[in-house]
Every structure is written in structure tokens, then in C-alpha cells.
């Protein structure tokens, strides 16, 4: 009888154990660029331990990076026909904490309306952003936590 709960416990944890490997999310590491909409629908990680660069006009959505939720570098987003960046409002962390060459920049997106998704992922950046050239964001980042 001791056995078989033994056992059975023992397949209960293996079991968890093997859900909470699942679980855990894809890291990508090194610096990524994703240039075209396929390549960010077929985009599978939960963290980069890098640069993103995202860029092309072609780029029209960012659905593919919904569960993104970590940077470890600086995010870059230059020249795409996006017009919010809605789907990284899960994205928690841009850049590492106490260093100062991560950067948030967003350059160029002539159809962007809206970034304030970004908002509480970039905060720990400090003053080191550069949102530019997106013609129809009428306001300027002005966020306080």
C-alpha cells in the first residue's frame, strides 16, 4: 500500500514538473531583427536576452509578440506601417537594470498613433528613448508612474 502512494506521488510531481518545464517560456538569445510580417506571427518567445529590432513597412501588426514580456537590451521599432504597438502591453521589462547603453527607440513609423503599451516596460530606461518621425503622434512621452 506504502508503495503504490509512493509511486503515485512520486508520478503526481513528475507530472508538475513536467508542466512547469513546458511552461516556462522561450528565451532567445543574442540580438534578434524581425523585418517582415511573418516573421513576427511565427515569433515564439516570452524573452530575448538581447537587442529587438523590428523593421519594414511590410509590418503591420505585432500580434505575433503578444507574450513577450522581456528585453534584456534595447527595443527597436523603425519604419513600420504599425499603427500601435497594443499587443507588447504584456512586455514588463526594456533594457537591464543600472545600465545605461539600453535604449527604447521608435523612429519613422509613419502610421503610429499609439505607444503607450510601452509605457511601464520602458521606465527603468530613463531618459534613454528616442520616439521621432512617427507623423501622427501629436504628444511627446510624458509618463509618470
Same mark, same amino acid.
Given at each position: 500500500?506504502?508503495? &503504490?502512494?509512493?509511486?503515485? %506521488?512520486?508520478?503526481?510531481?513528475?507530472?508538475?514538473?513536467?508542466?512547469?518545464?513546458?511552461? !516556462?517560456?522561450?528565451?532567445?538569445?543574442?540580438?534578434?531583427?524581425?523585418?517582415? !510580417?511573418?516573421? %513576427?506571427? +511565427?515569433? +515564439?518567445?516570452?524573452?530575448?536576452?538581447?537587442?529587438? =529590432?523590428?523593421?519594414?513597412?511590410?509590418?503591420? &501588426?505585432?500580434?505575433?509578440?503578444?507574450?513577450?514580456?522581456?528585453?534584456? #537590451?534595447?527595443? #527597436?521599432?523603425?519604419?513600420?506601417?504599425? =499603427?500601435?504597438?497594443?499587443?507588447? %502591453? &504584456?512586455?514588463?521589462?526594456?533594457?537591464?537594470?543600472?545600465? +545605461?547603453?539600453?535604449?527604447?527607440?521608435?523612429?519613422?513609423? %509613419?502610421?503610429?498613433?499609439?505607444?503607450?503599451?510601452?509605457?511601464?516596460?520602458?521606465?527603468?530606461? #530613463?531618459?534613454?528613448?528616442?520616439?521621432?518621425?512617427?507623423?501622427?503622434? !501629436?504628444?511627446?512621452?510624458?509618463?509618470?508612474?
Amino acid at each position: 500500500m506504502k508503495k &503504490n502512494i509512493y509511486s503515485t %506521488v512520486f508520478q503526481a510531481l513528475a507530472i508538475l514538473f513536467l508542466l512547469f518545464i513546458d511552461a !516556462q517560456g522561450q528565451i532567445f538569445n543574442g540580438n534578434l531583427t524581425l523585418s517582415s !510580417q511573418a516573421e %513576427v506571427d +511565427n515569433f +515564439n518567445y516570452d524573452e530575448i536576452d538581447g537587442d529587438l =529590432t523590428i523593421t519594414g513597412i511590410s509590418i503591420t &501588426n505585432l500580434n505575433g509578440l503578444s507574450e513577450l514580456f522581456t528585453i534584456r #537590451r534595447s527595443l #527597436r521599432i523603425i519604419n513600420t506601417s504599425l =499603427t500601435n504597438l497594443d499587443p507588447l %502591453v &504584456n512586455l514588463s521589462r526594456i533594457g537591464r537594470p543600472g545600465v +545605461n547603453n539600453d535604449s527604447l527607440v521608435v523612429r519613422g513609423n %509613419v502610421y503610429l498613433v499609439r505607444y503607450c503599451a510601452l509605457f511601464p516596460a520602458a521606465f527603468n530606461l #530613463r531618459n534613454k528613448y528616442d520616439v521621432s518621425g512617427n507623423a501622427l503622434i !501629436q504628444h511627446h512621452w510624458n509618463y509618470q508612474p
